[in-house]
């Protein structure tokens, strides 16, 4: 163990602090972390883990989902500049201009939109269970889906059912292009190509499986399959390899990276446990109304 490790656990009993780690973190950063997951996997252990302090590796919305979701608890993001650029494609003010023109459109918030655009909207939902909230709701509702178009567009296809779809779209996934699935297949023919549903629908539509990260993780897990192309950010081949030793994954190339992901290090875990520092801070009415829309999709 490295002294930046040792440090980390010194100063988290010290703390009594639970560590949560998105799956596109470094390598180094997951496994320091108590649990690891994608952003419905990690909403749910925010909601129920009660620690009296929570550090939040992964990016600034999902900061912000375990402090609307436990508002009692401290939740240090070790670095704040980590934002999502796909949740800035959606401020509040355009939402609620959206929302104020089309007063019968049902909101549905991908949970990549900042806590102010979340106070704005119906429903949330993640890459996991976003096509399960939609088929939720009545066949005749007009729905806004924000801020993924791609995502949406996505969804839409699988459950043939038309929606309004927000111009925004995840700048990791979006430079996945099909010719590189075509690559792929042709460099690695008995092996089955998984990618993310942020991808453009062109790029799902060659793909053998489209799922969210933790969707991903389970399905390697359980599929007979021995080889695998992953098309999401690469952050995931990290624990792919970790629990399934004797299968083999390779990345799609270009290779996708979310520099925002890349931000949080050993180092600042350790400063903001140290210091407390990096607190997240969002008022109560803020949390207040931010908290209903994901509530609604965690009770489905
Ligand atoms: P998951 O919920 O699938 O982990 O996705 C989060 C994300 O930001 C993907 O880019
Ligand atoms: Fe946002 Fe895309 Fe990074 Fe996910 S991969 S956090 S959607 S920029």
């Known amino acids: 163990m490295t002294d930046l490790v040792q440090e980390i656990q010194h100063w988290k009993s010290v703390r009594k602090a639970v560590i949560l780690a998105h799956n596109y973190t470094l390598p180094e950063v997951q496994d320091i972390a108590d649990f690891t997951g994608d952003s419905l996997e990690l909403s749910r252990k ?48 355009a939402v609620r201009a959206y929302r104020q023109a089309h007063p019968d459109t049902l909101l549905v ?23 399960r909230v939609i088929a939720s709701l009545p066949q005749d509702q007009k729905i806004m889906f924000l801020p993924d178009g791609d995502l ?39 092996a089955q190509i998984l990618v993310h549903p942020e991808c453009l629908p062109a790029v799902v539509e060659k793909a053998d499986k489209a799922l969210s990260t933790g969707g991903m993780l389970n399905y390697v897990r359980e599929s007979p399959c021995q080889r695998f192309v992953i098309g999401t950010e690469c952050g995931i081949l990290h624990r792919m390899k970790k629990e399934n030793p004797e299968k083999e994954f390779y990345p ?17 875990v350790r400063n903001c446990l140290r210091d407390l520092s990096c607190q997240v801070e969002l008022d109560e009415e803020t949390i207040r109304q931010a908290r209903t829309p994901i509530d609604k999709m965690l009770a489905l």
């Not at 996505?154 to 075509?182: K, Q, S």
Request: charged share 20%; glycine share 6%.
């Open 46 to 93: 925010a909601a129920q883990c009660g620690a009296p302090v929570i550090v939040f590796c992964g990016v600034r919305f999902m900061a912000e989902t375990a402090k609307i979701l436990s508002p009692g608890s401290l939740v240090l993001h070790p670095a704040p500049d980590a934002g999502c650029p796909m949740a800035d494609m959606a401020p509040v003010e």
């Open 109 to 131: 918030a991908y949970v990549n939109t900042t806590a102010a655009t979340k106070t704005a909207v119906d429903l949330c939902c993640t890459s996991g269970n976003a096509e």
């Open 152 to 190: 949406g567009a996505n969804v839409a296809r699988a459950l043939n059912r038309p929606m309004e779809l927000w111009e925004g779209y995840c700048p990791t996934h979006y430079r996945i292009h099909p010719d590189d699935l075509d690559k792929a297949r042709k460099a690695h023919p008995d």
């Open 252 to 268: 799609l190339e270009p290779i996708p990276v979310c520099p925002n992901m890349k931000k949080i290090t050993l180092e600042k």
